[in-house]
């Protein structure tokens, strides 16, 4: 057992969650159902499906035979996730599910639905807002649980239970664009359009399976469900190895680095990782990331009462970021039980995001989700009751 205060890497083994079509790619999936005595093209066709159609019913499956798909459906797709409970709030918008795994394990996952801007009436406005389309993130979880022990987030306190697997991962996913897809979230009938593992877990501490998640994302059917790279977002503590690996993927998904103090005196404290790699090391790991995919890195830093938020820590932080390919995701802290910290002043917080956009530094403040059903950022728990 882990004594507290420890950073955990290696999650603890349990009983492997049953094998998943998702945690196959194409042609292991033709192998896995040739390996039934089932055609190997079936195999296309239920996930065409499963992922396209976003059908789980074998009834609906009708361009194969009736014992087809049977076989295929007992062998392939074990239920993963078993919904415990669900709770919305912005008027049913904002929808977060606890799930239930093989091994009792409880994850949650959130899905944000944003409205489209109000169109502008043509010829009204001389040059018009290009308009915002609607859009729905999904928060989804690649742990039960983490083992990065940060003292101002709920999952981090409650320690790791386990790693999940990809077909777990991209479960979630699928389990939200199901309901979207069949009108089942408030505003009519939608699809997902992105991602974020900003749920429970290190997604970089558990990275085969989190890789294989996002190729089920990612990749169009049959493969996968087809959502833009660019509209997905890994965050990580900053396991340096890990993000350089991630370069590497082939993988165009946006990076977002948690990095809540420029100085390693104070990020030693509010993300313990820091003790192993440092700010300028993760920082530098970052620019890798960005330099190979062209994609805008995103550094997360959660704004805290007269811990973080002073002004010359917003010009260092500004010293380290000036002239990159970044932007900067301020977050007011969420509450979590426990916790002696609270979210900064507002005068603070203005002051904070001023320096930064004098320094030149693309800065936004996260329009925080949730709060009320404990389901904004850090405070993802998981607990049935
Ligand atoms: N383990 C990953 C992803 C999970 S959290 C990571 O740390 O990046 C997603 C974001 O929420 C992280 O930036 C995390 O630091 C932040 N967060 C955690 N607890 C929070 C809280 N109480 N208030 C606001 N943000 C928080």
Known sequence: MPRPGELVFEAPARGRPPRHLLDLDPAARREAVAALGVPAYRADQVSRHWLGRLSNDPAEWTDLPAEQRSTIAEALLPPLLTPVRSIDCDAGTTVKTVWRLHDGALVESVLMRYPADTPVAPGLAVLPPRPRRGRVTMCISSQAGCGMNCPFCATG????????????????????????????????????????????????????????????????????????????????VGLVPRMRQLA??????????????????????????????????????????????????????????????????????????????????????????????????????????????????????????????????????????
């Open 157 to 236: 306190q409650a320690g790791l239970t386990r790693n999940l697997s990809a077909a777990e991962i991209a479960e979630q996913v699928v389990a939200g664009a199901r309901a979207l897809a069949r009108g089942e979230i408030t505003g009519g009938p939608g699809r997902v359009s992105n991602v974020v593992f900003m749920g429970m877990g290190e997604p970089l501490a558990n990275y085969s399976a989190v890789v294989s998640a996002l190729r089920r994302i990612v990749e169009p059917a049959p493969s996968g469900l087809g959502i833009s790279a660019r509209g997905v977002t890994v965050s990580t």
């Open 248 to 385: 590497d993927e082939g993988l165009p998904v946006t990076l977002a680095v948690s990095l809540h103090a420029p100085d390693d005196a104070l990020r030693d404290t509010l993300v313990p990782i820091n003790t192993r790699y440092k700010v300028a090391e993760v920082l530098d790991a970052a620019w890798g990331y960005a330099d190979r995919t062209h994609r805008r890195v995103s550094i997360e830093y959660a704004l805290i009462k007269d811990i973080n938020d002073q002004a010359w820590r917003a010009d260092l932080l500004a010293d380290l970021l000036v002239g990159r390919l970044v932007h900067v995701n301020l977050i007011p802290l969420n509450p979590t039980p426990g916790s002696k910290w609270t979210a900064s002043r507002p005068e603070d917080e203005r002051a904070f995001v001023r320096t930064l956009e004098r320094r030149g530094v693309p800065v936004t403040v996260r329009d925080t989700r949730g709060r009320e059903i404990d389901g904004a950022c850090g405070q993802l728990a998981a607990t049935s009751a």
